[in-house]
């Protein structure tokens, strides 16, 4: 006769739990040991609007000796975010052997001119006031020119001072709300007066006459202002050298005739 033995239910699912185990670790070491080390990447997808060189961008991953398994995508964003002309970048890990980026550069917004010595040095801003080209070759975007204060040549990825930024982020404002409107601006003046404040002095691009302006840049405070030089570029009140619509009040100065 057989004797046979039924095990408890509990024993059962004891003796299921440490198989399951005995799995996981089975496979997890077959991944690190075997399979993770030879996930190499072997191809990099780029979208981006930056003309970057492929070596540029391997430059700027620095994934040397690195494999799949081991990349962290938020490091990788960290690292190509840290250039000074990358506003956002994203990567995406794609199995087995891929990395797919998306990088995004600073949009240039207005043009500086520092104190070089012998020549002032030109510098490019964006909209959130880090320096995203300095000297050669900036001076020749058509944008418009930030003036007055004087500061020493900033480096790349340098920010300027928040003032600056404030007035930075109006312009930015202005050129999605009225790309037709910023077109116009051809420089804005930085007058400093007392401690901490300061007047601003627009320039424009079709009317030879500065206007002060209040400090808050938006597309109706330009609007109205080019309506005042447009009328006031007519001759009617005589030669007129400046004016003023700080407060709502449009004031004017005249050339004197010899």
Same mark, same amino acid.
């Given at each position: 006769m057989t004797v046979v033995r039924k095990m408890k239910p509990g024993r059962v699912v004891a003796i299921s739990i440490?198989?399951?185990l005995m799995i996981v670790l089975m496979a997890e070491l077959l991944w690190n040991l075997a399979i993770a080390p030879r996930l190499i990447i072997r191809?990099?997808?780029?979208?981006?609007?930056?003309?970057?060189?492929?070596?540029q961008?391997?430059?700027?991953?620095?994934?040397?000796?690195?494999?799949?398994?081991?990349?962290?995508?938020?490091v990788l964003m960290n690292r190509l975010e840290a250039y000074p002309v990358v506003r956002k970048a994203q990567v995406v890990k794609?199995?087995?052997?891929?990395?797919?980026?998306?990088?995004?550069?600073?949009?240039?917004?207005?043009?500086?001119?520092f104190d070089?010595?012998?020549?002032p040095i030109p510098a490019v801003f964006d909209e959130e006031g880090y320096?995203?080209? /300095?000297?050669?070759?900036?001076?020749?975007?058509?944008?418009?020119i930030l003036s007055g204060p004087r500061f020493?040549?900033?480096?790349?990825?340098? %920010?300027?001072?928040?003032?600056?930024?404030?007035?930075?982020?109006?312009?930015?404002?202005?050129?999605?709300?009225?790309?037709?409107?910023?077109a116009l601006v051809s420089e804005i003046e930085i007058v400093p007066h007392g401690t901490e404040g300061y007047d601003l002095k627009l320039y424009m691009n079709h009317i030879p006459i500065p206007i002060?302006?209040? %400090?808050?840049?938006?597309?109706?405070?330009?609007?109205?202002?080019?309506? /005042?030089?447009?009328?006031?570029?007519?001759?009617?009140?005589?030669?007129?050298?400046?004016?003023?619509?700080?407060?709502?009040?449009?004031?004017? %100065?005249?050339?004197?005739?010899?």
């Open positions: 440490v198989g399951i191809k990099i997808t780029l979208e981006s609007d930056l003309g970057l060189t492929d070596s961008i391997l430059e700027m991953l620095n994934i040397e000796g690195e494999t799949w398994a081991s990349l962290e995508e938020s794609v199995f087995p052997d891929t990395l797919r980026l998306f990088v995004y550069r600073r949009r240039p917004l207005a043009v500086a001119l070089g010595g012998s020549k320096a995203v080209q /300095v000297g050669v070759g900036s001076g020749s975007l058509d944008l418009p020493s040549e900033p480096a790349l990825g340098a %920010r300027m001072p928040e003032s600056i930024q404030v007035i930075l982020g109006d312009l930015s404002k202005l050129r999605d709300d009225d790309p037709k409107l910023f002060l302006v209040d %400090r808050n840049l938006t597309a109706e405070s330009i609007r109205q202002a080019v309506l /005042v030089l447009d009328v006031l570029a007519s001759g009617s009140a005589g030669r007129v050298e400046e004016a003023d619509m700080r407060g709502g009040h449009v004031v004017f %100065r005249t050339v004197e005739e010899s």
